[in-house]
C-alpha cells in the first residue's frame, strides 16, 4: 500500500505590540519592564466609572499596516466587548474587534526555497488591547497581578490558511517581523512578547478539498521555536492518523525543553466570549483624508526597495532582499551608493553583506551603530576602484576605519602609507631583485611549472608590502621572465 | 431656608445673610434627625462638607462665588467622589472609597457646591423602588410606608424632605423621572451625552444618563448648567458650544397670559390608551394639565408612536446585556468586598458574586448573559437593537409635528413598600412610560401635576415632557411656565417640618 501523501495547512495568528507611548484606551505609558503596576492608571484598573478613550495613534499604526499590505481600510469599524473572567482581565472583558475589523484582506509575499515567490493572503487585522499578567512564583502559593501591560494596543493580524510547510510559517513570520518593524508600528522583540505568533495547523491527504481538523500551537516567541513547534505537531498528526486516531480540535503549548507540543484545552472548554459592540466606544470612523496623509508619509516598502535595488543597481533578488531585510541595512546602502555612485553599488552590497554583516555579528551590534559610517565605506570603496589601494590593503584600511584610527579611507592611505605603487620603473626594479634573488624559482617557470609563477608574483608583493598593484606585476614579470 | 429655591439661597448666600456652613449644618442637622426614617442617605461626612461649605465662604467673601457656590447638594451614591465611600447600592462594593471623582462630582466641587452625602439607590440603579438597596429601602417623605420610587430614590427622597436643596439623580430607564414623580419633584433625564459619564458607575452605558432633581424647574436648570458639558474622557460626550439651560425662561412672552403660545404638545396615544393602563387619579391629573398648558398657549396635536409599546421588552435585552458585561469588574479581585472564605479562584468568583451581588443584579446579569450568548445574539440582543431604532424613529417622526410630547410619568402614584417585590414583571412595568426616552436618547422631564388621595395621605402625580434632542432649555420652560401657573411642586410634605 502506497504510504498517504499529507499535505500540511498553516495559518498565523500574530498579536504585535504598536510601538505608541500610551495604552490603546488611557494615558498610561507602555513602556516594557516597569516596576509591576507602576503603569496602570484608573482605567486599566478598571475602577468602578472609568471610560476608555481610544488613542489615536494605535488607529494610525493599524492605517500604516493595512495601506502596507495592500489591504482594505474600513471607513468604519466597531470596538467590541470579548467577555471572560481572568484576574489579569481587569474589567472582565477584553476590548477588541470582531464583527467589523479595522483592516480587511492584503497580503504578504514570501520568497520561496525554489527561489520563487508565493503571496500569503491576510484575512484582517484588527485592533486590540493586550491582558496584564499573572505572576506564579514568589508569592507563596498565591499568584501576583501586574497590570502594566493591560491596555497596550495590539495588532492582531491573521492569515488565510496559505502555508504549506514550517518553512513557510517562518518565512511568514519572518516577512511580517520585517515589514512591521520597518514601517515602525512594532519593535518586533519577541523576547519582550512585542510579536507573538500563534500557528494554526492541520493535515490534509493531498488532493482532498476540506481541511483537516486543525489544533492551534499558541504563543511562538522566536523563529526556530516556531519552526520546531511546526514540524513537531505535523508529525504528530500525521502519526496520529495514520496510526488510526482523529485529531480533536484543541488548542496547544509548545515546550521548548522537551521540543513538543501538548493540548492546554479542547473546543469544547471554549469560552462563549459573547461578543457585543462595547457602548463605551462609538464606531471608529477612518476619513480618506486621514488614509491619504498617512499614505503620503509611508516610506518605501521593502519589497519595493528591493525591486528597485535590482533594477536601478542590478543586484541579485537575493542581494535586494537582504539589503531590505530591514530598514536601517536599507538606509545603510543607500547611503553608501548615494556617496560613492551607482556604478559601485555591487561593492558596496558585497561589502555590507559581507565584512560589515561579520563584524557587526561579531560584536553584537547593529546596523546604526556600524563605526564605519556608509560616506567612510564609499571613500573606501572609491580607492580600491580607482587602483588606489588593492582590495587586500583596503581591508587593512577597513579594519583601521573601524577602529577609528582615521577619519576617512584617504586619510588612513596617507598616513599608513598604503598608496598602490603603479610606478612601471619601481615595480621592474623589485622584480629584478626577486628574479636575482629566485634563481631555482625562474629555472622550475622556464621547465614548464607554471605555479613557480605565482611563487615570484607572491615575492614582489611581498617586496613591495603589498602595495604593488597586482596587475601590473603580473603583467611586467611574464614580460621579463618571457624576454 | 429649608424650602427656598437655588437662587434664593444664591442671594442669601451672596448677601452674606446665612453662610454655607451655616447652610450646610442646618442640612446636617436634618439629615441626622429625618435619615433614620427615611433611609435616603448611605453615607454622611460631616466632616468633609464643612470642609467644603469653609471653602465655599471663603470665595463669597473673596468675590470669586458663581451661582452655586455654597450651595448644598447631595450626590447619588453611583458617582465616585474622592474620599467618599462610594457604593452603588451594593454590598460588592461596600468597602470601596474612590481615588477619583466623576466628572459630575468635579464639576459641582468647581461651583463650589457642598456635597452633603452619598444617596441611597437600587443596587447598581437596577430597580424601581429603591428596595434593590444592599442598604436597605428608602421610605418616601409623602407615606413612610410607600417607595419613593427607584432607582435615584434616595435623591429624591432627600430633596423632597428637604435634607438636601437639589440632588444629582441617573436615569437608565426612568431612574430620575420616575422618583422624581413618586416624590413630589422636578427631575430631568438630559439627552444622552449632554452629561458625562465619567465616574458615574456604568449600568447600562448607552442608555445612562445623569440629570438634576429640584423642586422646580428652575432649579433643575441651575444645576445642569453646572453639571452639564463636553468631556473628551467619556467618548459618548458630545462636544457642543455651551448652553444656558435657564435662558428662556426669564425671556419675556409676546402674551404674558399665554406665555407657551405657539408650543405644539404631542399626545401619543400609546401614552392614554389601554397599551399602558393607567391609574384614574393619575390620568385625570394628567388630563387637567394638559387643560392648563392649552390654556399657556400651547397647542395640542395627537399623534401616534406604534413600537414604543415594544420599549420595555426591548429595553430589558439591552439593558441587561450591557449589564452583564459592566458588572464584570466586580469580581473581588482589585478592589470591592470579596468572599472570605473560598478554594481556588473560580471558588472565589463564584462566591464573591453570589453573596456580594443581590436577587436583581443577579437576575439581570444572568438575562444579560443569556441574550448575549451564542445562538441568541441575533435573536435577542440584534432584535432588541432594531426596536430601539424603530422607536427612536417613531420618536423623530413625532417632532416633526410637534415640540414636545406629553404623557404621565408613571402609571400609577408610589405604592407600598413590598408591593412589587415579588413580581419584578410589575415592577418592570412602572417604567413603561419613561423607558422608550432612554432608548432613543431623547431628554424627558417629570413635574408634579397633581395629587392622589390614598387613604388618608395625598400622594404626587408626575407628568412627563419629552423633548426632541439637546432641547433641555425648551423643556425646562414649558415646566417653569406650566409651574408659574400651578403650585403643585410648592407642596411639602406632611411631618417633615
Redesign the interface.
Same mark, same amino acid.
Given at each position: 500500500m502506497k504510504a498517504t501523501d499529507w499535505e500540511v495547512v498553516i495559518g498565523i495568528e500574530t498579536h504585535a505590540q504598536l510601538a505608541t507611548c500610551s495604552k490603546i484606551f488611557s494615558g498610561a505609558a507602555t513602556a516594557f519592564g516597569s516596576e509591576p503596576n507602576s503603569q496602570a492608571c484608573?482605567i486599566d484598573?478598571?475602577?468602578?466609572?472609568?471610560?476608555?478613550?481610544?488613542n489615536r495613534e494605535a488607529v494610525a499604526c493599524a492605517i500604516r499596516f493595512g495601506l502596507s499590505v495592500g489591504a482594505q481600510i474600513a471607513q468604519k469599524s466597531i470596538f467590541a466587548?470579548k467577555?471572560y473572567?481572568y484576574?489579569d482581565l481587569?474589567?472582565?472583558?477584553q476590548i477588541s474587534q470582531f464583527e467589523h475589523p479595522v483592516v480587511s484582506g492584503g497580503g504578504i509575499v514570501i520568497p520561496l526555497e525554489n527561489g520563487e515567490e508565493k503571496q500569503i493572503r491576510l484575512t484582517r487585522a484588527h485592533l486590540e488591547e493586550d491582558a496584564g499578567k499573572s505572576l506564579h512564583e514568589d508569592f507563596h502559593g498565591k499568584s501576583g497581578?501586574d497590570l502594566n501591560r493591560a491596555g497596550t494596543p495590539l495588532l492582531e493580524i491573521v492569515t488565510e490558511p496559505d502555508m504549506r510547510s514550517a518553512r513557510e510559517a517562518v518565512a511568514y513570520a519572518r516577512a511580517l517581523h520585517a515589514l512591521v518593524r520597518w514601517i515602525g508600528i512594532c519593535d518586533g522583540n519577541m523576547q519582550e512578547g512585542s510579536f507573538r505568533c500563534d500557528a494554526n495547523v492541520s493535515v490534509r491527504p493531498r488532493g482532498q478539498r476540506e481541511f483537516g481538523t486543525r489544533r492551534e500551537i499558541k504563543n511562538l516567541n522566536s523563529f526556530r521555536f516556531m519552526q520546531q513547534a511546526i514540524e513537531y505537531e505535523v508529525r504528530w498528526q500525521i502519526e496520529t492518523l495514520e496510526d488510526g486516531g482523529t485529531i480533536r480540535q484543541a488548542t496547544v503549548l509548545f515546550d521548548p525543553d522537551t521540543g513538543q507540543t501538548r493540548a492546554m484545552r479542547s473546543k469544547e472548554d471554549a469560552h +462563549?466570549y459573547?461578543?457585543?459592540p462595547d457602548? +463605551?466606544?462609538?464606531p471608529l470612523s477612518i476619513g480618506e483624508d486621514w488614509i491619504a496623509n498617512i499614505r503620503a508619509e509611508m516610506p518605501e516598502l521593502p519589497a519595493q526597495l528591493a525591486q528597485r535595488f535590482q533594477n536601478e543597481y542590478g543586484l541579485s533578488s537575493y542581494d535586494a532582499n537582504t539589503l531590505t531585510a530591514n530598514r536601517e541595512t536599507a538606509q545603510y546602502f543607500l547611503d553608501a551608493v548615494s556617496a560613492a555612485g551607482a556604478a559601485l553599488a555591487k561593492p558596496c552590497a558585497n561589502w555590507i553583506m559581507g565584512e560589515i554583516a561579520a563584524r557587526l555579528n561579531r560584536e553584537e551590534r547593529e546596523i546604526a551603530e556600524s563605526p564605519v559610517r556608509p560616506q567612510q565605506l564609499a571613500g573606501l570603496l572609491t580607492r580600491i576602484d580607482d587602483g588606489s589601494i588593492s582590495n587586500n590593503i583596503g581591508k587593512k584600511v577597513f579594519d583601521a576605519l573601524w577602529n577609528k584610527e582615521g577619519e576617512s579611507a584617504d586619510a588612513i592611505i596617507a598616513a599608513q602609507g598604503l598608496k598602490q605603487l603603479t610606478d612601471t620603473g619601481a615595480i621592474e626594479a623589485m622584480i629584478d631583485e626577486v628574479l636575482a634573488a629566485n634563481a631555482r624559482s625562474v629555472e622550475e617557470f622556464r621547465a614548464g611549472k607554471e605555479k613557480a609563477f605565482n611563487a615570484l608574483v607572491g615575492q614582489v608583493m611581498k617586496a613591495s608590502k603589498g602595495q604593488a598593484n597586482p596587475g601590473q606585476v603580473n603583467d611586467l614579470l611574464r614580460k621579463k621572465l618571457q624576454g | 431656608m429649608i424650602n427656598a429655591s437655588l437662587s434664593e439661597l444664591s442671594r442669601a448666600l451672596s448677601a452674606g445673610h446665612i453662610s454655607s456652613v451655616e447652610l450646610t449644618q442646618e442640612f446636617l442637622r436634618r439629615i441626622a434627625r429625618l435619615n433614620p426614617t427615611l433611609n435616603a442617605f448611605i453615607t454622611v461626612d460631616e466632616e468633609k462638607s464643612l470642609a467644603q461649605a469653609r471653602a465655599a465662604d471663603a470665595a463669597l467673601s473673596a468675590g470669586t462665588a458663581g451661582p452655586l457656590t455654597g450651595i448644598p447638594v447631595a450626590q447619588k451614591d453611583l458617582f465616585c467622589a474622592k474620599g467618599w465611600l462610594t457604593t452603588c447600592g451594593s454590598k460588592i462594593l461596600s468597602n470601596f472609597v474612590s481615588p477619583y471623582d466623576a466628572a459630575v462630582v468635579e464639576r459641582l466641587n468647581e461651583a463650589g457646591m457642598v456635597c452633603l452625602g452619598k444617596t441611597n439607590m437600587d443596587e447598581f440603579a437596577m430597580g424601581s423602588s429603591n428596595e434593590t438597596s444592599f442598604y436597605g429601602p428608602v421610605r418616601n417623605p409623602w407615606d413612610t410606608g410607600r417607595v419613593a420610587g427607584g432607582s435615584s430614590g434616595g435623591s429624591a427622597a432627600a430633596v423632597a424632605a428637604r435634607l438636601a436643596p437639589v440632588a444629582t439623580g441617573t436615569d437608565t430607564g426612568g431612574s430620575i423621572r420616575q422618583p422624581a414623580a413618586f416624590s413630589g419633584l422636578c427631575g430631568l433625564k438630559p439627552s444622552y451625552g449632554i452629561v458625562s459619564r465619567w465616574g458615574m458607575v456604568a449600568f447600562a452605558s448607552s442608555l445612562d444618563q445623569a440629570g438634576p432633581m429640584a423642586r422646580s424647574a428652575r432649579d433643575c436648570a441651575l444645576l445642569l448648567n453646572a453639571m452639564a458639558g463636553f468631556d473628551p474622557r467619556d467618548s459618548t460626550s458630545i462636544e457642543r458650544a455651551p448652553e444656558d439651560y435657564c435662558r428662556e425662561l426669564d425671556a419675556p412672552a409676546a402674551d404674558p397670559a399665554k406665555p407657551l403660545a405657539g408650543l405644539r404638545i404631542g399626545l401619543p396615544r400609546e401614552f392614554f390608551d389601554d397599551t399602558a393602563p393607567c391609574d384614574p387619579q393619575t390620568s385625570a391629573a394628567v388630563a387637567a394639565s394638559i387643560e392648563e398648558l392649552r390654556r399657556l398657549g400651547a397647542q395640542t396635536i395627537e399623534l401616534s408612536l406604534p413600537n414604543v409599546r415594544h420599549g420595555i421588552s426591548a429595553y430589558y435585552v439591552i439593558a441587561p446585556a450591557e449589564a452583564s458585561s459592566n458588572l464584570s469588574r466586580f469580581d473581588g479581585v482589585r478592589y470591592g468586598w470579596r468572599a472570605p472564605d473560598y478554594s481556588n479562584l473560580e471558588d472565589m468568583y463564584c462566591k464573591t458574586r453570589a453573596q456580594g451581588f443581590g436577587a436583581e443584579v443577579k437576575r439581570r446579569v444572568l438575562i444579560g448573559a443569556y441574550v448575549l450568548s451564542h445562538g441568541y445574539y441575533d435573536a435577542f440582543y440584534l432584535q432588541a437593537q432594531r426596536i430601539r431604532r424603530l422607536i427612536a424613529a417613531d420618536f423623530a417622526a413625532a417632532f416633526t409635528q410637534c415640540d414636545l410630547l406629553l404623557g404621565p410619568t408613571s402609571p400609577d402614584i408610589a405604592f407600598a413598600l413590598g408591593e412589587k417585590t415579588d413580581d419584578p414583571v410589575q415592577m418592570y412595568l412602572t417604567d413603561i412610560y419613561t423607558i422608550a426616552v432612554n432608548l432613543a436618547g431623547l431628554p424627558g422631564i417629570s413635574i408634579p401635576c397633581g395629587f392622589a388621595q390614598a387613604g388618608e395621605k395625598s400622594l404626587p402625580i408626575g407628568l412627563q415632557l419629552i423633548g426632541n434632542y439637546f432641547s433641555e432649555a425648551r423643556l425646562l420652560n414649558a415646566a417653569h411656565r406650566y409651574q408659574q401657573a400651578t403650585d403643585w411642586h410648592t407642596r411639602i410634605p406632611e411631618g417633615i417640618e
Open positions: 484608573a484598573l478598571a475602577l468602578p466609572g472609568v471610560l476608555p478613550v481610544l466587548r467577555n473572567f484576574p481587569p474589567k472582565g472583558y497581578i +462563549d459573547r461578543y457585543f457602548p +463605551d466606544l462609538l | -
